[in-house]
């Protein structure tokens, strides 16, 4: 089952990509804007009419693949980060996975076609595609876990994860550093939801959190709380758990376009460490 903790990551992924054609400038400076605010209660109440906007482009170009993505990642951002109530999200995520759904088919048809097939049918897709549209099959996947965060009492929904881990790998095998390493990020948390003795795959998960930070040149503090959380604690590992947040807390949150995420990693830091000592 997918942690709640993940929200933070689906809101990384949407805001550093969101964009789009003739609207590429406007919507970017409010994706910079959005990044490098320090108040996430500011960001959760000015969302909805971002939200309104998008929706209302696209009802005047629904076929428009790059405003199909920043309403789907936008919507998913909202959905798992700022929304509590579950019918709710659930409703706003699948509208987020219906607006992927819709770019992925638009541009990638033979991946569209195999979704629901098993995994080596989905898996010999990606193989025919040459690293084409990854950003369309990044804010796919990244729909598509939102959507199966918010439905995680819905085995048929947890079933289909293994489906989003081949379309991460995929997209890691052309390029490793997509998304500044958080394609790596969304690989961790999903190798270390189970100890191995279930199953899992912990150190697997290790790896790809450690490249993760690589990848973000320690910038991303979500990264390290992320790994603390997943990984450390799954592995009872108090010593790293306790470091990588300490790491966090002693590392100032403003940084160009990771203002916002490491503001909010450094609240979830306080809270994993203030209740390691119940854990542990």
């Known amino acids: 089952m997918i942690h709640k903790h993940l929200q933070i990551l689906i809101l990384s992924a949407v805001l550093m990509h969101t964009g789009g054609c003739s609207y590429n400038n406007t919507l970017e400076g409010l994706s910079s804007g959005i990044l490098n605010e320090n108040d996430?209660?500011?960001?959760?109440?000015?969302?909805?009419?971002?939200?309104?906007?998008?929706?209302?482009?696209?009802?005047?170009?629904?076929?428009?693949?790059?405003?199909?993505?920043?309403?789907?990642?936008?919507?998913?951002?909202?959905?798992?980060?700022?929304?509590?109530?579950?019918?709710?999200?659930?409703?706003?995520?699948?509208?987020?996975?219906?607006?992927?759904?819709?770019?992925?088919?638009?541009?990638?048809?033979?991946?569209?076609?195999?979704?629901?097939?098993?995994?080596?049918?989905?898996?010999?897709?990606?193989?025919?595609?040459?690293?084409?549209?990854?950003?369309?099959?990044?804010?796919?996947?990244?729909?598509?876990?939102?959507?199966?965060?918010?439905?995680?009492?819905?085995?048929?929904?947890?079933?289909?994860?293994?489906?989003?881990?081949?379309?991460?790998?995929?997209?890691?095998?052309?390029?490793?550093?997509?998304?500044?390493?958080?394609?790596?990020?969304?690989?961790?948390?999903?190798?270390?939801?189970?100890?191995?003795a279930l199953g899992g795959k912990p150190e697997a998960g290790r790896a790809y959190f450690e490249k993760a930070i690589e990848y973000s040149d320690g910038k991303n503090l979500m990264a390290k709380v992320l790994f603390a959380q997943y990984y450390a604690r799954l592995v009872f590992n108090r010593p790293l758990h306790d470091q990588l947040l300490r790491d966090v807390l002693n590392t100032p949150a403003r940084s160009p376009g990771l203002t916002l995420i490491n503001t909010l990693a450094k609240q979830q830091a306080k809270q994993l460490l203030e209740s390691a000592d119940d854990y542990f």
């Open 40 to 196: 996430p209660q500011l960001v959760s109440e000015g969302l909805p009419s971002y939200l309104l906007v998008l929706d209302g482009l696209l009802e005047g170009d629904p076929d428009n693949v790059h405003l199909l993505l920043s309403a789907s990642r936008l919507y998913g951002a909202y959905a798992s980060t700022f929304v509590s109530e579950p019918e709710r999200a659930r409703k706003l995520a699948s509208k987020a996975r219906d607006y992927a759904h819709h770019a992925l088919c638009l541009k990638l048809e033979k991946i569209c076609a195999v979704l629901a097939a098993p995994v080596p049918s989905l898996e010999m897709a990606l193989n025919d595609n040459k690293g084409d549209h990854l950003d369309i099959l990044y804010g796919f996947d990244v729909a598509w876990v939102t959507w199966i965060q918010q439905n995680s009492q819905d085995w048929g929904a947890i079933a289909d994860l293994p489906k989003t881990e081949a379309i991460f790998r995929h997209i890691i095998r052309f390029d490793p550093a997509y998304d500044h390493g958080n394609v790596q990020l969304y690989m961790a948390v999903l190798s270390s939801q189970r100890p191995a």
